[in-house]
């Protein structure tokens, strides 16, 4: 059987104007808004789609309720090549409205990474660690210590 | 500018071996468990990662509640290639433990999709849309119309 992937991540948004900007500021790419009322960063990978959060629950079902509050349970991470990289990106995220979570920070599993929460308050983890590496196409892999 | 890419997703779990069994039963991959307390399913293009929400929500930071509740306000999407494939999928979710949400049925998009929730709620679209293509390496793709 093919391994499946994830397509698309779909942030439940306020307000779709603004996050779009957002995305758009910290992404560096603009987004297809060929669909209204949705926005599609085609990024290579897995998309981000953004989309106003009550229509995002009413399309699952009518019982999700449309509205949320706290931490969503789920963290989305952009691994990078080194620690300066972590940086200058929760710097970009900051500079566009982003509240940092956690600044620039050896971590426990001997890493370097930050979190910030974007203005709909999902966590962004910026990450770099030395068990990791990039394959060619970009996918991220474990460093073969073999 | 390289293109930034969502690297990693990961759900916070209330248990971390059953989250683990049932998305291998989901995914049908194993899932890579040489790192302790944290599983790493390595899919094309993004890995799906699952964590205890309690230690998620303490990485991020100390001010982000360890317990969460109602819609996470995010959707994982799983674009496949036919109407069948998605019954097939939302089928083997449901044999898993999953909770369907929306059976599969058309969409106002012109599409054909369905939703489930997996043990921690967390909500997965498995869709097929008329609109989309796969590049060679399983990148989802809009079809070129002109």
């Known amino acids: 059987m093919k391994i499946p992937r994830l397509s698309v991540v779909t942030l439940g948004v306020g307000?779709?104007?603004k996050a779009t900007t957002f995305y758009e500021t910290i992404l560096g790419t603009p987004p297809n808004q060929s669909y209204d009322g949705v926005t599609f960063f085609e990024l290579p990978g897995t998309w981000i789609s953004l989309y106003p959060?009550?229509?995002l629950a009413k399309d699952i079902s009518p019982e999700v309720p449309p509205a949320r509050s706290g931490f969503s349970g789920i963290t989305l991470a952009h691994n990078v090549h080194?620690?300066?990289e972590v940086i200058d990106i929760i710097e970009r995220a900051k500079?566009?409205?982003a509240r940092v979570m956690k600044e620039p920070q050896e971590t426990s599993w001997?890493?370097?990474s930050g979190y910030f929460a974007d203005l709909d308050g999902y966590c962004w983890e910026v990450a770099w660690?030395?068990?990791f590496e990039f394959a060619e196409n970009g996918d991220l892999r474990f460093r073969d210590n073999t």
Chains 1, 2 share one sequence.
């Open 110 to 112: 001997g890493g370097f």
């Open 82 to 84: 080194g620690k300066g």
């Open 95 to 97: 500079a566009a409205g």
């Open 53 to 55: 959060l009550e229509s």
């Open 129 to 131: 660690g030395p068990m």
């Open 15 to 17: 307000d779709l104007i």
